[in-house]
């Protein structure tokens, strides 16, 4: 995927299906700030926004290729749940040609999931792909070598991941994966505000406007709830994970992967 500006995004190879929109979603003063919601708005200028706002998303999508590449064991389930456009689908399904695995895309905005069928139907690998409009809560996983939570566990409420986490660890094989990408936040009161910081100056660097930067925050605070690396590494342990680690951090952004 490129993006207006012609950065790479997706690694794939029909580019035009990919050009996004950039991202002004919150470039005018607004009277009054909605919850934050996978729209149609959104999902139109998605890559742009993800690449703008989250420190090291390239990396971490090619990178979810190479680890899948490494565990997907041959005839299993590969799941991207919270796929949004599919660019952790697509970069596992450049590189799992030839495995008998079978790629379970899932998401719950319509128009996410419809922008992303488009974008697998013009490109060229093979591996099967089966995409699924439901929360991801009530996917049964099964089969599965590799599970993808990129950006997504963030936006189920606190309440409910232990046992989400759960279901996924039951539904996968020994020796697969998970990997596990969020936002983060720091219990010491300085480094919060230090990485936030350095987020926002991210954001400024990438052309957000301190208005856009304060806008976004305001209708993402009561969506997206972060936690510290050590409720996540918390987490991966009660529900069973035999071993897991922070494979890349890039400010209050973080992944883990975890082994059964
Ligand atoms: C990427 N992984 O490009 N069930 C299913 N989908 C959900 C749910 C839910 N309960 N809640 C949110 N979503 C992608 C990026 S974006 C991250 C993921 C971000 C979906 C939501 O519709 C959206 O498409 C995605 O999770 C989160 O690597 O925007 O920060």
């Known amino acids: 995927m490129v993006t207006a ?28 700030i909605a919850d934050f919601s996978f729209d149609d708005s959104v999902a139109k200028v998605f890559p742009d926004m993800i690449q703008r706002s989250v420190p090291g998303y390239s990396t971490i999508i090619d990178m979810t290729g190479v680890i899948a590449e490494r565990y997907a064991q041959p005839g299993t389930n590969c799941y991207d749940l919270g796929s949004s456009l599919g660019a952790s689908t697509l970069s596992m399904r450049h590189r799992l040609e030839d495995r008998n695995c079978h790629i379970i895309a899932v998401d719950n905005s319509e128009p996410m999931l419809r922008r992303c069928e488009n974008i ?72 919060q505000e230090l990485n936030t910081d350095l987020h ?36 991966l342990e009660d529900v069973g994970f035999g071993g897991f680690d922070v494979w890349f951090q890039c400010f209050n952004f973080a992944s883990f992967v975890a082994i059964k």
């Open 5 to 32: 500006c012609g950065k790479m995004l997706f690694s794939t190879n029909n580019f035009d299906v990919y050009m996004s929109k950039k991202d002004a979603i919150y470039s005018k003063a607004l009277d009054s």
């Open 120 to 191: 697998i139907r013009e490109d060229s690998a093979t591996t099967p792909v089966e995409l699924r409009q439901a929360d991801m809560r009530d996917v049964i996983i099964e089969n599965a070598s590799v599970v993808v939570l990129n950006f997504t566990l963030q936006f189920i409420p606190p309440e409910d991941r232990n046992a989400f986490l759960g279901s996924i660890f039951d539904g996968m094989n020994k020796g697969g994966i998970l990997i596990l990408s969020e936002k983060i936040k720091f219990e010491d009161a300085h480094l």
């Open 200 to 235: 926002h100056r991210f954001k400024r660097a990438n052309g957000y406007s301190e208005m856009e930067i304060s806008q976004k925050r305001s209708a993402i605070e009561n969506v997206l709830i972060p936690e510290t690396i050590n409720d996540h590494e918390q987490r």
